[in-house]
């Protein structure tokens, strides 16, 4: 697989893990390197030194571990429950405001892009981060092999519904999850569509085989397990907006001086070590996103 383009966030693992961490890992990469040249969706390389991420990588152990995935569990220990997520055969569907729509195979898709390696902050709207090596392809690729029309405004992306979830028997929730971005927000360099972590496959917990990744977004907005894109003109209900629109709206841009109704947002606790840190306006990718919204003030953007 190719690797294209080098920028500020792709920062070798080096600068943002302990040693022994890394060690560790390039150890297991290499033990089983046969079987991850073999898997789909996966790159692992070493990024170009730009961007300081300022922080250590979340250790795998705990970033696969303690999840959010409603349609499995309110809990935060569904790990073992997702495993019952089959990811392969999985089919992308391409809808609404399109040239033409069209069902494409998760394996086909991949064939027609080229992945990467990024190391993104994440930040969940309940206060807790963490920092994961993800492999993936730019937003933008799956924009141009969509083909939305000019008419297009806004991307919706939606989880599979299956049977071995059995958080969908909710029967108050609004399934399926459903959440989105304006188009030009998944044409932003940052918006990424993920398909591994860690130098491995996506697991079904992390929103395997491919998820949605916009960094400077709390991570509701981050759908898993995607299998319909859909192109709109008007912006596409959102599944926590849908539950609770006071609470949640439709930019949810990270910022620590907008209070959730219910809690602060100006520090947040990274994931393994319990340490509390200051929250950054846009999870600290400003320079890269806020133009997006220079015209967007009226908005509600940050929650
Ligand atoms: N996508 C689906 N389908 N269902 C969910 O419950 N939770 C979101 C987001 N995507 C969620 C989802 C929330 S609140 C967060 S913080 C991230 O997934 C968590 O991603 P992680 O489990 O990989 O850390």
């Known amino acids: 697989m190719r690797i294209i383009r080098r920028r500020g966030w792709e920062i070798p693992e080096s600068q943002v893990t302990p040693e022994s961490v890394v060690l560790n890992r390039r150890a297991l990469i290499g033990g089983t390197a046969a079987l991850l040249a073999a898997a789909p969706g996966l790159v692992h390389a070493d990024p170009n030194p730009k961007y300081e991420a300022g922080r250590a990588l979340t250790e795998e152990k705990y970033s696969t571990t303690y999840n959010n995935y409603y349609e499995f ?15 392969s055969p999985w089919t992308i569907e391409f809808a609404g405001l399109v040239k033409e729509p069209r069902k494409i195979a998760y394996e086909d898709l991949l064939k027609q892009v080229s992945l990467e390696e990024r190391i993104y902050r994440h930040r969940c709207v309940e206060a807790w981060a ?49 959440d989105g971005l304006a188009i030009d927000e998944a044409a932003n360099e940052l918006a990424f569509m993920t398909t591994g972590m860690y130098g491995k496959p996506l697991p079904p917990q992390n929103g395997g085989p491919i998820r949605m990744t916009t960094p400077w977004k709390y991570g509701f907005k981050q759908v898993k397990s995607v299998v319909k894109v859909t192109f709109t003109e008007k912006q596409p209900r959102c599944f926590w907006q849908e539950i609770n629109g006071r609470e949640y709206g439709f930019w949810a841009n990270v910022n620590p001086d907008v209070e959730h109704p219910r809690w602060s947002q100006a520090r947040e606790r990274l994931l393994g070590t319990g340490e509390m840190v200051p929250t950054q306006i846009y999870n600290g990718y400003g320079d890269i996103v806020a133009s997006l919204y220079s015209d967007r003030k009226s908005e509600k953007l940050f929650m």
């Open 73 to 87: 569990s309110e809990s935060k220990n569904l790990w073992k429950e997702a495993q019952g997520l089959k990811t």
């Open 130 to 178: 963490m920092t994961v090596p993800w492999t993936g392809f730019p937003m933008t690729d799956l924009l141009k092999l969509a083909e939305p029309l000019g008419s297009a405004k806004f991307v919706a992306f939606e989880t599979v519904k299956d049977k071995s979830m059995s958080g969908l028997r909710a029967p108050l929730y609004p399934w399926p999850y459903v």
